[in-house]
C-alpha cells in the first residue's frame, strides 16, 4: 500500500485479534485510511475489514499447471516421437496420441511441478520477501502476540487518538513519513 | 465467532495464551539440549557414518559387494527405497489432505511429519542413487542433451515415471513445509539475543512481518499448495508401485498394486509420525500441544489403513487363485509356504493382526502400546516389501537358477546408516527450528484451547 510522504501515520498496538479486528471497523467507519496491520498469524475476516481485494495468486498456479502441461506434451512429443522415436515394448512409437496413456504420469508430475514452484516465487516476489530481508514488522512483538494497525493521520490528532484508545489500543505512537 | 462444540475434546491443553505458545515453540530452540537428546544423537551419529563407509565401498568396489545374484537382482536396496518414500507420504497426508478436510488436529503435528516426509524421501533417493553403479552418471536420468547425439530418455518406462514423481514430490514438500516455516522463523527472530542466531533466523525468515496483504496470500498458497500435494502423493505411490507392476513378474504384476500401496504407504508413514511425535512430545516436553488426542487419531488412521491392508493381502491371494494361472498361483503359495515363509508371516502378523488391537480405547490412548505398535507396523511394512520384491524374484521360471538371497554386512550397513541418517536430520531439525506450526496453532486457541473451551461452556453457548 502506497504511503503518500508527508503523512503521519499512527501506529496502534493491540493486544487481542478480536479487539483488533473491531479496532479496525470502528477506524474505517470513521473514514480513516489504514496503511498495515501486523499480525502473528493470520486474522480471520481480518482482509474484509480492510476492504482487501481477493488475491490472484491461485489463477497465477492454474496458469503456471498450464505451462507445465505443455512442457510435458512438448518434452514427450520432441523426444518419443520427432527425434528420437524407439521401438520399446511394441508401444507405438510413431503416434504420440497413441503413446499417451505412457506420458500421463509425466505430464501430471510436470503440471504440478510448475504450478506449486511458480506460483510460491510469485508469492515471495509479490510479498517482497527473501533470504536476508530486514524484517519487514516494525515491531518485533508482532510476530509474538501483538497486533499492530497503522493509521494515517487525517484530521485532529486527538480524535483519532481517542478513538484509538477506546476501541483497546494499549500503545499508541507517531511516526512522520 | 471463535466457538467450537463443547463435544469436541481440547486440541491444546493447559492455561494457554498466545504468548505461551510462542515460549514453548521457541524454548527447543532456545534451550540447551536435553541430555536424551544427545544419546539419541550421538547413536545416529554412528549409524550414519557406519553407512556413509557402507555406501562409499558400493561405489569404490562396485555393487557385486551386495548380497544380490543373478535371480535375485533387485532386494535390500529397493526394499528400503519403497519402504522409505511409504515413510515419507504420511507427511503429506497429514499436511494437505487433513488441511483440506479442515481437520484442526494436524496443526500441532504437520509441520514434524512433514519434516519426517522430506528426511525419509532422502534416505529413499539414496538408493535408486547408488545401485546405478555408477553413480557419477545419474545425471543420465534427467532428458538433457549428451554427447551421444539426441539419446533420450524413455518416457515409457515407469522407472522414469519414477524419477519425474519423486524429485516433484521432494520438491513440492520442501517449498510447502518452508512456506508454512517462514512466519515461524520470524517468531524466532523476532526474540533471538544474540546476533548470530538473530542473523541466522533474519536469513531464514525472508523477512517476513505479517502483514495483512501476505497472511491473505499466505493462506491461499497453503490451500493451493495441499490442493496440489494430496493428487501428487497418492500419484507417488501408485508411480512406486508401478515399478513393479507394468513388470511381468508372477506377484508383481497386478492391478491392485497401486491403492495397496497407498494405503501400506500412509500405514507405515503414520507408525513413524507416532514414533517420532512420542519422542519429540517428551524430551521437548510438548504434552500439551501433542496431546493423548492426536496419537489416538493417528491411531485410529493406523488401524484403518492396516485395515485396508490387511484386505489387499487377501484380495491378492484370492486373485491369485482365481486367475487360474499356476505361475501367479506358485508365487503367492510360495510366499506363504516357501523358504521365506518367516517373512510372509511377520509381515502379515505385525500388519494384519497387530493395528487390530487400536479398536480398544484403553490400547490406543496408551503411549507406551503405541509406541510399541508404530515400530512393529514398521518392522511389518519393512517386511511387505521383501516378500513382495524377493520372494516374487527368487524362484522365477527356471527352476535351475532358483536361488536365495542373503544381505551383506553392506547391504545392512547401508540400511541401518539410513535410519540413523534419518535420525541425525531429525533430531538436528527438532533443535534448530519450530516444531510446530505456532503461527498457524494460534488461530485455533480460542476454540480449541482448553481454558477458552471452558470459558464458552460457562457462557452457556
Given at each position: ?63 503456471y ?24 515394448g ?16 509425466i ?17 515471495f ?25 497503522e493509521?494515517?493521520?487525517k484530521?485532529?490528532?486527538e ?19 | ?11 491444546i ?9 510462542t ?7 532456545e ?22 563407509g ?52 494436524r ?7 512433514e ?22 552418471q ?25 524419477v ?40 531464514l ?24 500435494a ?25 492391478t ?9 504407504a ?6 513413524m ?8 512430545r ?30 489387499a ?31 510372509y508371516?511377520?509381515?502379515?502378523t ?50 535351475s537358477?532358483w ?25 538436528l ?33
Open positions: 500500500m502506497a504511503t503518500n510522504h508527508n503523512t503521519t501515520i499512527i501506529s496502534a498496538l493491540f493486544d487481542d485479534d478480536d479487539v483488533l479486528l473491531k479496532g479496525v471497523k470502528d477506524v474505517k467507519a470513521k473514514g480513516y485510511n489504514i496503511n498495515e496491520v501486523y499480525s502473528p498469524f493470520p486474522v480471520h475476516g481480518l482482509d474484509h475489514a480492510l476492504g482487501l481485494k481477493g488475491t490472484r495468486i491461485a489463477i497465477a498456479a492454474f496458469m499447471g498450464c505451462l507445465g502441461l505443455t512442457t510435458a506434451i512438448s518434452l514427450t512429443y520432441g523426444m518419443m516421437i520427432v527425434d528420437w522415436p524407439m521401438n520399446i511394441g508401444k507405438p512409437s510413431f503416434s504420440w496420441g497413441e503413446n499417451l496413456p505412457a506420458f500421463i504420469p505430464m501430471f508430475e510436470l503440471t504440478v511441478f510448475f504450478a506449486a514452484h511458480l506460483m510460491v516465487w510469485t508469492f516476489i509479490r510479498n517482497d520477501i527473501y533470504p536476508g530481508r530486514k524484517a519487514q514488522n516494525p515491531d518485533p512483538r508482532t510476530t509474538d502476540d501483538k497486533f499492530l494497525m493509521v494515517e493521520l484530521g485532529e490528532k480524535e483519532l487518538m481517542s478513538l484509538l484508545r477506546d476501541s483497546g489500543a494499549i500503545e499508541i505512537s507517531e511516526t512522520h513519513n | 465467532m471463535h466457538y467450537e462444540a463443547p463435544i469436541r475434546t481440547p486440541l491443553t493447559g492455561e494457554k495464551s498466545y504468548h505461551d505458545i515460549v514453548d515453540v521457541a524454548r527447543p530452540v534451550s540447551k539440549a536435553p541430555r536424551s537428546w544427545w544419546i539419541v544423537f550421538t547413536l545416529s551419529l554412528i549409524a550414519f557414518l557406519w553407512g556413509v557402507c555406501i562409499l565401498y558400493t561405489i569404490g568396489v562396485g555393487i557385486g559387494v551386495w548380497g544380490l545374484n543373478n535371480t535375485v537382482d533387485w532386494a535390500w536396496d529397493i526394499t528400503n527405497f519403497v519402504w522409505w518414500v511409504g515413510i515419507g507420504h504420511a507427511g503429506t497426508l497429514i499436511s494437505a489432505v487433513l488441511l483440506l478436510f479442515r481437520q484442526k488436529w496443526m500441532s503435528i504437520n509441520r514434524s511429519a519434516a519426517m516426509t522430506i528426511f525419509s524421501v532422502i534416505q529413499a533417493a539414496l538408493f535408486p542413487g547408488i545401485h546405478m553403479g555408477r553413480i557419477w545419474a545425471y543420465y536420468v534427467f532428458p538433457i542433451p549428451n554427447q551421444f547425439g539426441s539419446l533420450w530418455v524413455n518416457f515409457n518406462s515407469p522407472l522414469l515415471w519414477d519425474f514423481a519423486i524429485s516433484t514430490y521432494f520438491s513440492v514438500s520442501v517449498v510447502f513445509w518452508y512456506v508454512g516455516l517462514i512466519p515461524d522463523f520470524a517468531m524466532i527472530r523476532d526474540r533471538a539475543v544474540r546476533p548470530v542466531t538473530k542473523h541466522i533466523y533474519k536469513i525468515s525472508f523477512g517476513w512481518g505479517g502483514k495483512a496483504k501476505h497472511w491473505q496470500r499466505f493462506e491461499e498458497v497453503s490451500l493451493v499448495l495441499a490442493g496440489l494430496t493428487p501428487l502423493v497418492l500419484s507417488v505411490h501408485t508411480i512406486v508401485s508401478m515399478d513393479f507392476a507394468t513388470s511381468v513378474i508372477p506377484g508383481w504384476h497386478t491392485i498394486f497401486p491403492p495397496y500401496f497407498v494405503a501400506g500412509i500405514f507405515s508413514g503414520f507408525a509420525v507416532q514414533t517420532l511425535l512420542i519422542i519429540v517428551k524430551m521437548f516436553k510438548m504434552e500439551d500441544y501433542i496431546t493423548i488426542e492426536h496419537i489416538e487419531m493417528m491411531n485410529i488412521v493406523i488401524m484403518l489403513t492396516g485395515s485396508i491392508v490387511g484386505v493381502y487377501i484380495t491378492e491371494l484370492f486373485i491369485a487363485w482365481y486367475s487360474g494361472v499356476e505361475y501367479e498361483q506358485y508365487a503367492f503359495l510360495n510366499r506363504a509356504t516357501g523358504p521365506y515363509w518367516w517373512a508371516w511377520s509381515m502379515m505385525c500388519n494384519v493382526f497387530s493395528p487390530q488391537f487400536m479398536w480398544f480405547k484403553k490400547l490406543r490412548t496408551s503411549i507406551m502400546f503405541t509406541f510399541f505398535i508404530s515400530i512393529v507396523v514398521n518392522i511389518g511394512m519393512w517386511f511387505e516389501r521383501f516378500v513382495i520384491i524377493v520372494t516374487s524374484l527368487h524362484r522365477d521360471y527356471l527352476p537358477s536361488s536365495m538371497f542373503s544381505p551383506t554386512f553392506v547391504d545392512i550397513g547401508i540400511f541401518i546408516g539410513t535410519i540413523g541418517f534419518f535420525f541425525v536430520l531429525f533430531l531439525y527438532a533443535r534448530t527450528f519450530p516444531v510446530i506450526a505456532q503461527a498457524e496453532l494460534k488461530t485455533i486457541l480460542k476454540s480449541s484451547g482448553e481454558n477458552f473451551k471452558k470459558l464458552h461452556d460457562k457462557d452457556g453457548h
